[in-house]
């Protein structure tokens, strides 16, 4: 079984600095994806970035990139420039790629309650 | 263009009642999940769906709890004889479940509290 870990439970960033979100995950599996959701106090779940591990080129998406090291089993999520509505909880997920029958479930971590301060 | 919605959005009952929650997935998405999320915790698998099938209840915490999509698209979760550890937030997930992997899109949640 997969098992994904988020260490900080809590952080905070000044607006308009950069600030990372650390995860990490335990797998025996080769081809995997790892995602970053984000959970606004509206309680959506908002895809941010995901990232192939085939692929060594870490992915970005605008103002979010990540640092994935896959012989450490960690994918941490930068976001820079900070902005008020970035202010949510994050997750992080697992997900093998099992095919349409056997379906592609998530693995999430127990998430990161980031406050970005004016 | 509507997204995936879910009824109720909340839902109080009392110890012992059975509730039905329901998710109406992306026009055209195969693929449908439930997920469970209790508070100050990350969403957890419990159901799957491709089409029709259900493919995998491993995530079904116990007899209680069982799922349907007859038709391939909408899809209820019932929980019978509700217990108060079953307060959560109930997620459904679709996404178009065609090949490679595609994005799941999160419907808003139904929280079911029991008193």
């Known amino acids: 079984a997969q098992t994904v870990t988020q260490s900080q439970p809590e952080m905070s960033v000044q607006e308009a600095e950069t600030v990372t979100l650390s995860c990490t995950y335990d797998?025996?599996?080769?081809?995997?994806?790892l995602f970053w959701y984000k959970q606004p106090p509206s309680r959506q779940m908002i895809l941010v970035i995901r990232?192939?591990?085939?692929?060594?080129q870490n992915a970005t998406e605008n103002r979010f990139s990540v640092n994935f090291q896959k012989a450490a089993k960690s994918f941490s999520l930068k976001i820079s420039d900070s902005q008020l509505g970035d202010t949510a909880m994050y997750f992080c997920?697992?997900?093998?790629?099992?095919?349409?029958?056997?379906?592609?479930?998530?693995?999430f971590g127990g998430g990161t309650r980031l406050m970005v301060k004016p | 263009g509507a997204g995936v919605s879910q009824s109720p959005r909340y839902k109080v009952t009392k110890r012992g009642q059975d509730v039905a929650l329901r998710c109406d997935p992306i026009?055209?998405?195969?693929?449908l999940y439930w997920y469970r999320q209790a508070l100050g915790q990350g969403p957890e698998f419990l159901t799957y769906?491709?089409?029709?099938?259900?493919?995998?209840k491993s995530g079904l915490p116990n007899d209680r709890f069982s799922a349907e999509r007859p038709e391939g698209s909408i899809s209820t979760l019932t929980i019978q004889r509700t217990e108060q550890r079953d307060s959560a937030m109930y997620r459904c997930?679709?996404?178009?479940?065609?090949?490679?992997?595609?994005?799941?899109?999160f419907g808003p949640g139904t929280r079911l509290t029991v008193l």
């Open positions: 997930a679709s996404s178009l479940g065609r090949t490679g992997v595609n994005e799941q899109f």
């Open positions: 797998t025996s599996e080769n081809n995997y994806y």
């Open positions: 990232q192939e591990a085939y692929k060594q």
């Open positions: 997920a697992f997900m093998t790629h099992r095919g349409n029958n056997a379906g592609n479930m998530l693995t």
């Open positions: 026009s055209g998405h195969v693929s």
């Open positions: 769906f491709n089409y029709e099938a259900q493919q995998d």
